[in-house]
């Protein structure tokens, strides 16, 4: 007698905890209504179509010349972490070809316009921050390159 009930009560005390969870949402539906409340649009295309798709104006809210010229230009740094929402790349140590220094790079991309204030470089050696010389020539580079990729897609 004292096992049906200590099994009755093990059975009770699952039953009614999975009461507890059933009423709750599903991670799912938590996270769809969190990106509803901040205004985000669920049915876009995923992150990378976004970066492979050529008729594209934009990547997420940044300029794409100035997105793929960064990406272009510092190619040989990895890329530790990318996000074309917010318009951050960084990167981690590499050395350019022909140089003997490594650098890192957190490049931010601020506005859709294609303008050299929509760009900020952050650069740094591992003996610590470069030169603003430095950073100004690859700011440059940058600008320069994102200049040549819109003239091509116009046919100027």
């Not at 938590?30 to 990106?35: Q, T």
Request: one cysteine or more.
């Amino acid at each position: 007698m004292a096992k049906i009930v200590l099994i009755s009560l093990a059975m009770g005390t699952t039953l009614t905890g999975c009461g507890k969870y059933a009423s709750q949402k599903s991670a799912t539906d938590a996270r769809d209504e969190f990106f509803k409340d901040e205004g985000v649009d669920r049915n876009r295309t995923s992150v990378l179509s976004m970066l492979i798709k050529p008729d594209r104006k934009e990547v997420g809210e940044v300029n794409r010349f100035l997105w793929n010229a960064s990406l272009e230009v510092l190619n040989f740094l990895p890329i530790e972490t990318i996000d074309p929402f917010t318009g951050v790349i960084s990167t981690g140590y590499g050395t350019p070809p022909g140089g003997g220094r490594a650098y890192r790079a957190t490049i931010y991309v601020t506005d859709s316009a294609l303008d050299a204030r929509s760009l900020n470089v952050s650069l740094q050696s591992q003996g610590g921050p470069v030169s603003i010389d430095t950073q100004r020539a690859v700011e440059d580079a940058i600008l320069t390159r994102a200049r040549q990729l819109r003239v091509a897609e116009l046919g100027l």
